[in-house]
């Protein structure tokens, strides 16, 4: 191709046609030139398609990964209202005796009280995407800066679960003296046998510190609980502006 263009402008330079000359090479230029663009366009067209795929596989990982955050919420969210519940019927307790003394009610509220679970939401898709980038593909501004902020809201629900475990943790010293462990986690495992020894639940109910252990408990929690629902809330947001992307390609 490239000899053909060259004799052509050697015959029109033996025939003394410059202005003819003059015409081809502009023409030969501007061929060149649209060769030039439509290469760039392919490349900017391929590019573009790899950006899109790119873009696609992390809005489906960011789905896939805050739906499961959102069941495990809600899980969490579930067994610290267990434990609220629990913790204000045990404060009402004082005043009926006869339900201490007859029934189990108060093993099994204090069994309620001990649930602990925590927030631990994945973040494997949030994280491959910041760090390599291609969180920036996303087009919604409100999406991207509700993912960089999802780390600094779940950092502050975490440290209410902190507080919680903790009060969790050191039960043992204000609940243990009066209560058989054997008795206590008899609900859970019914194959234990019956303690040889007798708990005193009328000794726990009255014991002040236990009142204050109750108290700090039901606090803790109703804490941990109100910043749960701020993650919840960050998280259906979430939710709904990936799905929303993903649907309009």
Same mark, same amino acid.
């Given at each position: %191709?490239?000899?053909?263009?060259r004799q052509i402008r050697h015959r029109?330079?033996?025939?003394n046609k410059f202005s003819k000359y003059?015409?081809?090479?502009?023409?030969?230029?501007?061929?060149?030139?649209?060769?030039?663009?439509?290469?760039?366009?392919?490349?900017?067209?391929?590019?573009?398609?790899?950006?899109?795929?790119?873009?696609?596989?992390?809005?489906?990982?960011?789905?896939?990964?805050?739906?499961?955050?959102?069941?495990?919420?809600?899980?969490? %969210?579930?067994?610290?209202?267990?434990?609220?519940?629990?913790?204000?019927?045990?404060?009402?307790?004082?005043?009926?005796?006869?339900?201490?003394?007859?029934?189990?009610?108060?093993?099994?509220?204090?069994?309620?009280?001990?649930?602990?679970?925590?927030?631990?939401?994945?973040?494997?898709?949030?994280?491959?995407?910041?760090?390599?980038?291609?969180?920036?593909?996303?087009?919604?501004?409100?999406?991207?800066?509700?993912?960089?902020?999802?780390?600094?809201?779940?950092?502050?629900?975490?440290?209410?679960?902190?507080?919680?475990?903790?009060?969790?943790?050191?039960?043992?010293?204000?609940?243990?003296?009066?209560?058989?462990? %054997?008795?206590?986690?008899?609900?859970?495992?019914?194959?234990?046998?019956?303690?040889?020894?007798?708990?005193?639940?009328?000794?726990?109910?009255?014991?002040?510190?236990?009142?204050?252990f109750i108290t700090e408990l039901y606090?803790?929690? %109703?804490?941990?609980?109100?910043?749960?629902?701020?993650?919840?809330?960050?998280?259906?947001?979430?939710?709904?502006?990936?799905?929303?992307?993903?649907?309009?390609?």
């Open positions: %191709m490239l000899r053909f263009f029109l330079f033996d025939h003059l015409l081809y090479a502009v023409g030969e230029i501007m061929l060149v030139v649209i060769g030039i663009l439509v290469a760039l366009w392919v490349s900017d067209w391929n590019e573009g398609r790899k950006e899109q795929v790119k873009r696609k596989a992390l809005l489906t990982a960011l789905s896939v990964e805050f739906n499961a955050n959102l069941q495990q919420l809600d899980s969490v %969210m579930y067994y610290n209202d267990r434990v609220v519940q629990a913790a204000l019927k045990i404060v009402r307790l004082k005043s009926d005796q006869a339900a201490v003394t007859s029934s189990d009610t108060l093993q099994a509220w204090l069994k309620n009280t001990s649930w602990l679970w925590t927030f631990d939401p994945q973040n494997g898709a949030l994280r491959s995407g910041i760090s390599s980038g291609d969180v920036h593909l996303i087009r919604s501004d409100s999406l991207i800066t509700l993912l960089f902020s999802w780390q600094d809201v779940v950092a502050d629900a975490s440290e209410n679960e902190k507080r919680h475990m903790d009060l969790q943790l050191g039960s043992g010293s204000v609940i243990g003296p009066y209560v058989r462990l %054997m008795d206590y986690y008899g609900l859970t495992y019914p194959k234990l046998p019956e303690s040889d020894f007798t708990s005193d639940y009328h000794g726990l109910i009255r014991d002040p510190l236990f009142e204050d606090g803790h929690t %109703m804490d941990a609980k109100y910043e749960l629902k701020l993650v919840r809330q960050q998280n259906v947001k979430i939710l709904q502006l990936v799905n929303r992307e993903l649907n309009t390609q």
